[in-house]
């Protein structure tokens, strides 16, 4: 005891209740990283879950952005977007009857104005075969930009 009456504690003992504080903490620490690990299993069966997209020109653009990525098909959501604000203003049932693909009976349609025969040639496996269908209209577009000119972030006018 020490002179004004109270206990002293001894070194180890203070090095003993800061190690069970510290462990304690430890222990509080740990716990969401073990439910987060054996949380994990699950993983596998979310990643095989399909990506969902939006129905507007975001999601359309993003959706085709997949599907080029997985046949090889260069382009990006910026050079794609351009295009589209330049051809239809984003309206997947534009059509132009009035060029001379028009002129010849076989007008221009949809989001990036692509004739049927280009469509046809271009179509990607994995969408519609439509070519008012936006996803399909994008990635044959892009599919034909990237034989001709490389990638859709080549095309700078009426391509």
Request: glycine share 8%; proline share 6%; with cysteine.
């Amino acid at each position: 005891m020490t002179a004004n009456g109270q206990y002293r504690r001894s070194r180890s003992a203070r090095i003993a209740r800061k190690l069970a504080v510290a462990g304690t903490g430890v222990a509080v620490l740990a716990l969401p990283l073990i439910g987060a690990t054996s949380a994990s299993a699950a993983t596998p069966a979310a990643a095989t879950t399909a990506t969902t997209y939006t129905n507007n020109l975001d999601g359309w653009i993003r959706q085709s952005l997949d599907i080029m990525a997985q046949h090889g098909i260069p382009g990006s959501y910026n050079g794609i977007y351009r295009n589209i604000m330049r051809e239809s203003s984003g309206n997947p049932y534009a059509i132009n009857n009035w060029d001379s693909n028009a002129a010849k009976g076989t007008p221009s349609k949809g989001l990036l104005q692509v004739i049927d025969p280009t469509f046809a040639a271009y179509h990607v496996p994995g969408t519609a075969f439509d070519p008012y269908d936006p996803v399909a209209n994008i990635t044959a577009a892009c599919n034909y930009a990237a034989a001709r000119y490389g990638s859709i972030d080549n095309v700078f006018g009426a391509y």
